[in-house]
């Protein structure tokens, strides 16, 4: 790269000596950014894109490849262009030149950012829908919105290589275009005022601005995007049971409480013969767990499971459901006002969850994970509602588990997260208080997951791979504890938090087939009325995981969740699923003022705080649960 961007600083400079050109420095600095973004975008075409020393300094890595070829195409190219330039601007085209002036740096600056941002916005729509499966308004709002500390470096270059690329790489082209009309006056165009030339600049501007925002307006969903901004719903106040109003009764002798998080886990991995759609069965030991020896909620009278909506269709946003009962639903206001913790704010302040429960009732309480529990707010969310011990990535690290420069995928892979995860538990088990043990795994998040050495190559398939192998370490680590004293005390949920948004991972998946997100409870307390052909989501785990433990829940709701033990329809069953996952979508008072607690719009300060209970205190009466 640099050796290439020398080359070219040497033929520019060449080019500029002979011709005698004034703007020498400008010409050099854009030339040599062009050639930088040329390179880029032709090593992704070719997908040839390495990114080491030998690529940052010289043009490929250790031989004459296919990098190196690339990226003399690209020198050659822009020294030709740039020569194309100089000789038409000294060329008997041009009748008139212009001498710069504020007002034409400030034009050019005003043509090209609508531009930009038309184009940023159309690329960014198209790989959004192309990237994501089953993507929605909210939850690119909330993308947008999160703490991003601890994010995969991976889906930010992915992003770069991709719709900011080709933004970038347009944009220049379009720069030098609207440089040349601004600046030059043709022959073949000498009797047009300059006032209606540039009117059709702004107007060619102005169209791809808005053809970017209509056309992703299209990809994404007008009706996301109406509902999201403008529609509004009751769900809250006639439905929303507040935990802590809610009678919650333990049995005198407490269940630990294991809860594992498995990523992107979703029954459809099977095969077809047990319900899910894959020739093959990707995880037969979890399926051999849900349909034989454990508790098993479907939505079918095979392996299934829960169906996904709005607000639980993320790794964050469904941690939040499932333990709260509560969709997380991005702030309606700007994107720099988050309410997830971490701009010193409490994350959804108004929300009860299972964590504030078990603490109440004197368990220990630990999230596990091997990623940065900071990535969207999790260790705010988890430490305030319920006073969790965080033993992330940086805890290993501080632990001298692993080295402080280790660093793959998330964190570290699963194959660690499951060994450091069985000397915590030996601690937890150790002491006289029960214990919550929360978890989460990373290796199969999308795209295509990590496939560590340990993991074997049977399908051919990364994705499946490593899909099989996480299916036999949730087994292993299953065999593991029951081999422990505490296993007959512990209730153990096994779930998955999302649907894999691994786009091309089922295309050959018929229309007519429903996926859905795996889960299986072991030690349960309780048997349920009915398991299969159930209606349920993320929110339904809540009430369900304390039923498990022994549990006594006073009406079998919390949040917006009911208890699947019981005879109670889940707002699932009772609104139906499109109903209920459209009026999530909606922009809810009660959600911003009582739960969340004000958005840049609706500040908290603005309200007296009677106001904000009288809001609390007048959905109570509707909020008593359907018998």
């Known amino acids: 790269m640099l050796i290439s961007l020398i080359i070219q600083l040497v033929l520019t400079n060449y080019l500029l000596n002979q011709n005698e050109n004034k703007r020498k420095i400008g010409i050099i600095i854009f030339t040599s950014l062009f050639l930088v973004v040329l390179q880029f975008l032709l090593w992704r075409l070719f997908q040839v894109i390495h990114i080491n020393r030998y690529t940052i300094i010289w043009l490929s890595t250790s031989k004459f490849n296919l990098n190196s070829i690339l990226s003399i195409f690209a020198i050659l190219f822009t020294y030709n262009a740039t020569q194309m330039y100089l000789s038409i601007t000294s060329s008997r085209l041009i009748s008139k030149r212009r001498e710069w002036s504020i007002k034409k740096i400030l034009l050019l600056i005003l043509l090209t950012i609508p531009s930009f941002i038309g184009l940023l916005v159309y690329f960014s729509g198209k790989w959004a829908v192309a990237t994501f499966d089953n993507l929605e308004f909210s939850q690119i709002i909330y993308m947008l919105s999160e703490p991003m500390s601890g994010v995969d470096i991976q889906q930010i270059i992915n992003y770069v290589y991709n719709p900011l690329l080709n933004t970038v790489f347009l944009s220049m082209l379009l720069f030098v275009v609207y440089y040349f009309f601004i600046i030059y006056d043709f022959k073949l165009n000498r009797r047009k005022k300059p006032m209606g030339r540039y009117m059709w600049l702004t107007i060619s501007s102005l169209f791809l601005l808005v053809y970017g925002f209509a056309f992703s307006i299209n990809q994404i969903g007008y009706a996301d995007i109406k509902a999201y901004f403008i529609e509004r719903t009751a769900l809250y106040e006639k439905y929303y049971v507040n935990p802590k109003e809610v009678n919650v009764t333990f049995p005198e002798k407490k269940q630990n409480l294991i809860y ?3 990523e992107s886990m979703e029954s459809s991995y099977a095969d077809v013969e047990n319900g899910g759609i894959k020739n093959e069965n990707l995880i037969p030991n979890l399926t051999e767990l849900a349909l034989s020896e454990g508790i098993h909620f479907s939505h079918s009278d095979n392996l299934g499971g829960m169906t996904t909506l709005t607000g639980a269709n993320a790794t964050a ?70 006073e969790y011990e965080i033993r992330d990535y940086n805890w290993a690290i501080e632990q001298n588990l692993i080295p402080s420069d280790y660093s793959v995928w998330w964190g570290y892979e699963d194959d660690k997260l499951f060994e450091f995860a069985k000397e915590t538990l030996l601690e937890l088990s150790n002491e006289e208080q029960p214990f919550n043990f929360t978890m989460l795994t990373a290796d199969t998040h999308f795209e295509d997951g990590y496939m560590s050495e340990q993991t074997p190559d049977l399908f051919g398939d990364q994705y499946s791979n490593v899909i099989h192998y996480s299916d036999s370490q949730v087994y292993d680590f299953i065999q593991w504890m029951k081999e422990q004293d505490f296993y007959e005390d512990t209730t153990i949920i096994i779930v998955g938090d999302h649907l894999t948004m691994d786009k091309d991972f089922f295309d050959d998946a018929p229309g007519s087939y429903k996926r859905t997100v795996y889960n299986v409870i072991l030690n349960s307390k309780l048997t349920p009325f009915e398991n299969t052909n159930r209606l349920f989501t993320a929110l339904d785990m809540y009430p369900t995981t304390l039923a498990a433990m022994g549990a006594t829940i006073e009406g079998d709701r919390l949040g917006l969740g009911t208890n699947l033990f019981s005879t109670q329809q889940t707002m699932a069953e009772k609104l139906g699923m499109t109903e209920f996952s459209n009026e999530l979508k909606k922009r809810s008072e009660y959600y911003s003022r009582v739960l969340m607690q004000g958005t840049d719009d609706e500040i908290t300060e603005t309200q007296s705080s009677n106001e904000i209970y009288s809001v609390e205190e007048s959905s109570s009466s509707s909020n008593k649960p359907d018998n």
């Open 260 to 262: 594992i998080f498995l």
């Open 317 to 386: 946003t469904s941690m939040v459901s499932q333990t709260s009962g509560t969709p997380l639903i991005a702030s309606r206001g700007a994107l720099n006002t988050n309410d997830y913790g971490d701009q010193g704010q409490v994350f959804l302040p108004g929300v009860y969850s299972i964590g504030e429960i078990l603490a109440d009732n004197d368990y220990r309480q630990v999230l596990f994970l091997g990623s940065d529990a900071k990535f969207a707010g999790r260790d705010k969310y988890f430490t305030q509602h319920g």
